[in-house]
Every structure is written in C-alpha cells, then in structure tokens.
C-alpha cells in the first residue's frame, strides 16, 4: 500500500523530474521576478499603489502560467491562448489601478496600470525563455519610468511629488 501511495505521489511531481526542465523553470520564474523587481522598485519609489512586491507577484503569476504551458508539450496555438487569457486578466488588474479624482477631471494610476501591463509583457518573455527580450524590455521600462520623467513638464512632476506627500 506505502508503495503504491509514493509511486502516486512521484508520479504527481513528475513534471520536473527531467533537471533541465526544472533548471529552465527555475530560472525562468527567478528571472521574471527579479525583473518585475526593478519596475516595482521604480513604482515603490513614487508612491505607486502598486509597488515592489505586487509587480514581483503579477510577474511571478505570468511567467508560472507560461512556463508551465510552455513546458507541457502544448503546441504553440494552445501556448498564445493561455498568453491571451493572461493580458485579458492583467487588464483587469490594471484598471483597478487607476483612479479618477473626485471633483475634478484627473485620472491617476495610468502609469502604474501600464506598469502592470509591461510587466506582465516581461514575465511572458521570461516566461518563453526569452531572457534577453525580457531584459530589454525591463530597461527600456525603467529608462521611460525613471528617466523621462526629468523630461516631463514641470507641473506634471509637481503634482507627482505633491500627491506622493
């Protein structure tokens, strides 16, 4: 019987039994973490409603869902619908991120949805085995997050700070 349960029980974690899959798993998930890191970080530093741990987690969710269709022996049709249903989700997520103000026209959180919506582009690469798209695309999302916004106007960074405070 105790043998029957573990062969069972080995037969439900096989899917990892191969060291390069998991290999390709690991990294594929450490990866798109680490990288969702570097936006969050970006969005913990303004006061984003979405910070460093929810684009971690939003990333690590992706990148979990896309390896493990990747990695399942799907064809590549199959693979783009899961991706499909991912980014119909994340535009959930990210319009629960932005806000309109009361009282006025002013809309906040775009940014941080687009953040989102990036990160889960980034995950989905990393996700793919993609590493050097997803890498890419994680400094150009930093470069446009924390660079540009020197290029801003004036008052648009103002209120930044100012709703930041």
Do not use: C
Not at 63 to 69: E, G, K, M, N, R
């Amino acid at each position: 019987m105790w043998e029957t349960m573990l062969t069972a029980a080995q037969a439900e974690f096989s899917d990892l039994a191969d060291p390069a899959d998991m290999t390709r798993a690991v990294m594929r998930l450490f990866l798109a973490a680490v990288l969702a890191g570097v936006v969050g970080y970006d969005r913990e530093r303004h006061g984003s409603s979405a910070g460093l741990r929810t684009h971690m987690i939003v990333a690590l969710g992706v990148a979990l869902l896309v390896v493990t269709a990747d990695l399942s022996g799907m064809d590549e049709e199959s693979v783009s619908r899961v991706i499909q249903g991912i980014f119909a989700g994340i535009g959930f997520l990210g319009a629960g991120a932005i806000l309109k103000q009361a009282g006025n026209d002013r809309v906040i959180g775009l940014t941080t949805a687009a953040s989102l919506w990036t990160t889960a582009a980034i995950a989905t690469a990393a996700g793919l085995g993609r590493e050097g798209t997803a890498v890419m695309g994680t400094a150009f999302a930093f470069i446009i997050l924390s660079v540009l916004l020197r290029f801003e106007q004036p008052d648009a960074v103002q209120r930044s700070e100012r709703d930041r405070g």
